[in-house]
């Protein structure tokens, strides 16, 4: 899919407005300043969704939101096993005291990164719909474990088919006690796509 520069100025504006909301409910969960690097953001092929990590085998914690109303798919909020125990560490000052050795017991050890990731989330859904008038319904949050090519295939298992490219949207959090790089994938429908580009009067 071919992209303009006008196109892709409104999308990262979308990226560059979320990256805020999320940096000020981030503030507000640790009452503390939160720092954010510069977002980058992107349209990716859905071929190459998995590039950006280590492997299409890479262990990651993703927390998956569908979406329905004037935009069907799915936003994910992706995260590396690591990232995802430095973001616990950012909101709780402390290392996360499990054996990394045991998958069961580091998965329940990530489980609040579910209704951290779904607050998250919810900022970039409201930068999307603050900026296109869009009335977007999230479902409730489901929080996965697993190798990234297994965690960017559910929206193709549930639609069977997707638009060609997704936008990913990434930047760093950071304060004097952690580091975490969020990576978020917007993954409409097509038709979904084509309203959203619409709704931005594109």
Same mark, same amino acid.
């Given at each position: 899919?071919?992209?303009?520069?006008?196109?892709?100025?409104?999308? +990262?504006?979308?990226? #560059?407005?979320? @990256?805020? #909301?999320?940096?000020?409910?981030?503030? @507000?969960?640790?009452?503390?300043?939160?720092?954010?690097?510069?977002?980058?953001?992107?349209?990716?092929?859905?071929?190459?969704?998995?590039?950006?990590?280590?492997?299409?085998?890479?262990?990651? !914690?993703? !927390?998956?939101?569908?979406?329905? +109303?004037?935009?069907?798919?799915?936003?994910?909020?992706?995260?590396? !096993?690591?990232? /995802?125990?430095?973001?616990?560490?950012?909101?709780?000052?402390?290392?996360?005291?499990? =054996? &990394?050795?045991?998958?069961?017991?580091?998965?329940?050890?990530? &489980?609040?990164?579910?209704?951290?990731?779904?607050?998250?989330?919810?900022?970039?859904?409201?930068?999307?719909?603050?900026?296109?008038?869009?009335?977007? @319904?999230? %479902?409730?949050?489901?929080? %996965?474990?697993?190798?990234?090519? /297994?965690?960017?295939?559910?929206?193709?298992?549930?639609?069977?088919?997707?638009?060609?490219?997704?936008?990913?949207?990434?930047?760093?959090?950071?304060?004097?006690?952690? @580091?975490?790089?969020? &990576?978020?994938?917007?993954?409409?429908?097509? =038709?979904?796509? +084509?309203?959203?580009?619409?709704?931005?009067?594109?």
């Amino acid at each position: 899919m071919a992209i303009d520069a006008l196109t892709m100025d409104a999308l +990262g504006e979308i990226g #560059n407005i979320g @990256t805020g #909301n999320a940096a000020s409910a981030l503030s @507000t969960m640790l009452d503390s300043k939160v720092d954010i690097g510069l977002p980058k953001c992107a349209m990716v092929p859905f071929s190459e969704i998995t590039n950006g990590f280590s492997s299409p085998e890479e262990l990651v !914690v993703g !927390v998956l939101v569908q979406l329905s +109303g004037d935009m069907d798919g799915f936003i994910m909020m992706v995260l590396t !096993v690591d990232s /995802a125990f430095e973001l616990l560490k950012l909101l709780t000052g402390e290392e996360a005291g499990c =054996d &990394r050795s045991d998958f069961n017991a580091y998965c329940e050890a990530l &489980r609040p990164i579910e209704e951290i990731g779904n607050i998250l989330i919810g900022a970039y859904l409201s930068a999307i719909s603050g900026m296109t008038g869009m009335s977007i @319904t999230p %479902s409730v949050p489901a929080l %996965s474990v697993d190798m990234i090519m /297994a965690l960017m295939n559910v929206p193709a298992v549930v639609y069977g088919s997707v638009g060609e490219s997704v936008l990913n949207m990434e930047t760093d959090f950071h304060n004097e006690v952690a @580091t975490v790089k969020g &990576r978020y994938f917007l993954i409409p429908t097509s =038709d979904s796509y +084509g309203r959203l580009m619409s709704a931005l009067g594109l």
